[in-house]
T-cell receptor, first 112, second 113 residues
């Protein structure tokens, strides 16, 4: 039973355009959501997070949107750069439990 | 501030052997969590240690165990290795109290032959 799903295994975007990565979850107890970026053979790098009391959080080129009623979150990257090419994971946590549940990842390719 | 470090970075073992992986958290962080990444199952939570006590546990067999020392460094042990244990093992650290972000180390790539 996958509690966190990223339905698009890959996404290709032109440099300078917007990248939108999506994530759905089923567990209503999740109250904290994070996005990580990962290169092969490296650990995930934290990008941005959002608490369930908010519906939007921005950090530079990265914005995360949370729609609790739809149990859906998305990561927007504007403008996209070739260096953004990596696998992006969304993760969720319940009750400050320090136990992350990850989605399967989306491979983003930004073409120059 | 130095990041999370993991040793060794690469390991090759044979079936039936045991292995110990080490993780040093970011200075001041008291929580260390371990995750397994495989192509088939993705990133899965193994367990979390806080102040030398296991605080959370994922759905893995008892062959997977860990411990944490008084300086917050943590070790993970896998006994009686199976081929399916081949994976990237990641540890993450966080302050451990309240709501906080986990920061990951580079991982240990374990290959079981």
């Amino acid at each position: 039973d996958q509690q966190v799903k990223q339905n698009s295994p890959s996404l290709s975007v032109q440099e300078g355009r917007i990248s939108i990565l999506n994530c759905d979850y089923t567990n209503s107890m999740f109250d904290y959501f994070l996005w990580y970026k990962k290169y092969p053979a490296e650990g995930p790098t934290f990008l941005i997070s959002i608490s369930s009391i908010k519906d939007k959080n921005e950090d530079g080129r990265f914005t995360v949107f949370l729609n609790k009623s739809a149990k859906h979150l998305s990561l927007h990257i504007v403008p996209s750069q070739p260096g953004d090419s990596a696998v992006y994971f969304c993760a969720a946590e319940a009750n400050a439990g320090n136990m992350l549940t990850f989605g399967g990842g989306t491979r983003l390719m930004v073409k120059p | 501030k130095a990041g999370v470090t993991q040793t060794p970075r690469y390991l090759i073992k044979t079936r039936g052997q045991q292995v110990t992986l080490s993780c040093s958290p970011i200075s001041g962080h008291r929580s260390v969590s371990w995750y397994q990444q495989t192509p088939g199952q993705g990133l899965q939570f193994l367990f979390e240690y806080f102040s030398e006590t296991q605080r959370n546990k994922g759905n893995f067999p008892g062959r997977f165990s860990g411990r944490q020392f008084s300086n917050s460094r943590s070790e993970m042990n896998v006994s009686t290795l199976e081929l399916g244990d081949s994976a990237l093992y990641l540890c993450a650290s966080s302050p451990g109290t309240g709501r906080n972000t986990q920061y990951f180390g580079p991982g240990t790539r374990l290959t079981v032959l």
